[in-house]
């Protein structure tokens, strides 16, 4: 009887710390963490992504394989730069970028389905062409720091 109830209690704790990869959204804000956990990419249907307040220096690229990533918040951070996997996110619509080290501004315009994009406190290099650089649709907020730009400005690409 001892052995059986043993078993049973082995069981449930195993369970107990299994994770739930089926989860639609995952806070990991205000861990400390400097990049993402391994198991990051068995998240499959996670559509909501909370980084911020972290220590990230570089963009999390494993991002990349979250096929339906649909909000990212990476505010507050230390990144520099932006990397051109993030245009693997094709259903991302939010994305936070605020409070970064970010230089450069990488061209946005093939991720069609990204609604808003928010990039305050930024060290942003060349401003010229920000809105020239994001989806006809998008949002860019930008803040103070920032001149506005008219999308008249912006050249159509062929």
């Given at each position: 009887?001892?052995?059986?109830?043993?078993?049973?209690?082995?069981?449930?704790?195993?369970?107990?710390?299994?994770?739930?990869?089926?989860?639609?959204?995952?806070?990991?804000?205000?861990?400390?963490?400097?990049?993402?956990?391994?198991?990051?990419?068995?998240?499959?249907?996670?559509?909501?992504?909370?980084?911020?307040?972290?220590?990230?220096?570089?963009?999390?690229?494993?991002?990349?394989?979250?096929?339906?990533?649909?909000?990212?918040?990476?505010?507050?951070?230390?990144?520099?730069?932006?990397?051109?996997?993030?245009?693997?996110?094709?259903?991302?619509?939010?994305?936070?970028?605020?409070?970064?080290?970010?230089?450069?501004?990488?061209?946005?315009?093939?991720?069609?389905n990204l609604k808003l994009i928010s990039i305050s406190h930024n060290p942003i290099r060349s401003i010229e062409s920000l809105e020239c650089m994001i989806p006809k649709e998008a949002q860019i907020l930008y803040g103070i720091e920032f001149p506005t730009i008219k999308r008249s400005d912006c050249k159509e690409s062929n």
């Open positions: 009887m001892k052995k059986v109830l043993v078993l049973i209690s082995l069981m449930l704790v195993s369970c107990a710390s299994v994770k739930n990869y089926d989860v639609i959204k995952l806070d990991l804000s205000n861990k400390e963490l400097e990049e993402l956990p391994e198991d990051i990419d068995k998240y499959v249907n996670l559509k909501v992504l909370n980084l911020r307040n972290n220590k990230f220096k570089k963009f999390p690229t494993q991002v990349s394989s979250l096929p339906n990533l649909e909000k990212l918040l990476l505010s507050n951070n230390n990144i520099g730069s932006m990397p051109k996997e993030i245009l693997d996110n094709k259903k991302l619509e939010v994305l936070y970028l605020d409070g970064n080290n970010i230089l450069s501004f990488i061209n946005l315009k093939p991720m069609e």
